[in-house]
């Protein structure tokens, strides 16, 4: 289990943008990992991801972890943004651009 956590804090802290979703960009398994996907994708960056239906040990111990139930969860520069619900407002209010422009722009070498 503690194994779990550390892969989950290495993931979280090693992406910039992360997504733990189910299924994957191209192929999302719910269609609120792929309301999310969408917002995200429209940002125009590039973000990592996490399928949690291929990681059952992480869909079991990130709710606890991160003391937020449901998937997905996007997470931006070790900070729990939230799921699909606040993902789709901030996107439509302009305020998830905003939050992925200031993480890629403050670790981006391009």
Do not use: H
């Not at 269609?31 to 994708?41: I, T, Y």
């Not at 960056?45 to 606890?64: H, M, Q, T, W």
């Not at 070790?78 to 619900?85: A, F, I, N, S, Y």
């Amino acid at each position: 289990m503690s194994n779990t956590i550390e892969t989950i804090k290495e993931q979280i802290s090693s992406n910039d943008i992360l997504l733990y979703m189910k299924g994957n960009p191209r192929a999302p398994q719910c269609g609120f990992s792929s309301q999310a996907v969408q917002a995200l994708m429209s940002c125009g960056e590039r973000f990592a991801f996490v399928n949690i239906l291929d990681n059952p040990d992480i869909r079991a111990e990130l709710p606890k972890f991160a003391n937020w139930p449901t998937f997905p969860q996007l997470w931006v520069k070790g900070e729990l943004v939230g799921g699909c619900d606040i993902i789709v407002e901030m996107a439509a209010n302009g305020e998830l651009q905003t939050l992925i422009n200031e993480a890629v722009g403050s670790s981006s070498e391009e």
